[in-house]
Antibody, heavy 120, light 107 residues
């Protein structure tokens, strides 16, 4: 049974960077394809990017290209999402999510979410 | 990017009602369509993957259908725990876009 545990809530100033972590248990990170999804207050879900097993690397939504970096530490089975040049519109709950079964194109396991507030 | 449009945006229904939600893609996505349920303050939960496959431990009152551009999620008999927001998502091509959501409220 895969579990994803994310880092705690953060408050950042505009222009700063944030790095959210997602610790995997029950599986190793090598067995998973980690993705990141965010949700602004009262809004819908927005896919930011994730590991594409066919490409063998992380792919990002063009909306975040140049501002987002997704990395993995396979020694600690922890995935990271770093977002730079934060603005107020980046205030959201950030989720890590992954397929864990044979079907690689849907997220059946989600982290609990990390609340990020961007405010001066 | 592929645009996903859900309807209705919200609806009011009673326990026991049959509810049908729709999701339309701006171009063909074959059967790369997933449905999620989200309750307030919680992470989304996968209900249906590949358009019509029921996720493990999801009640059989949830069914998904469709292919190409038009998809539906049907709840055969609405239960109190089903009042939530439902999102469709395409995973045919990046970015894996979501619909804007359909909120199911108690009448």
């Amino acid at each position: 049974q895969v579990q994803l545990v994310q880092s705690g809530a953060e408050v950042k100033n505009p222009g700063a960077s944030i790095k959210v972590s997602c610790k995997v248990s029950g599986y190793t990170l090598n067995e998973l394809s980690m993705h990141w999804v965010r949700q602004a207050p009262g809004k819908g879900l927005e896919w930011m990017g994730g590991f594409d097993p066919e490409e063998g690397e992380a792919i990002y939504s063009q909306k975040f290209q140049g501002r987002v970096t997704m990395t993995e530490d396979t020694f600690t089975d922890t995935a990271y999402m770093e977002l730079s040049s934060l603005r107020s519109e980046d205030t959201a709950v950030y989720y890590c999510a992954t397929p864990s079964g044979y079907y690689r194109y849907a997220f059946d396991v989600w982290g609990q979410g990390t609340v990020v507030t961007v405010s001066s | 990017d592929i645009q996903m449009t859900q309807s209705p945006s919200s609806l009011s229904a009673s326990v026991g009602d049959r509810v049908t939600l729709t999701c339309r893609a701006s171009q063909s996505i074959s059967n790369y369509l997933n449905w999620y349920q989200q309750k307030v303050g919680e992470a989304p939960k996968l209900l249906i993957y590949a358009a019509s496959s029921l996720q493990h431990r999801v009640p059989s009152r949830f069914t998904g259908s469709g292919s190409g551009t038009d998809f539906t999620l049907t709840i055969s008999s609405l239960q109190p725990e089903d009042f939530a927001t439902y999102f469709c998502q395409q995973s045919h091509s990046a970015p894996w876009t979501f619909g804007q959501g359909s909120k199911v409220e108690i009448k």
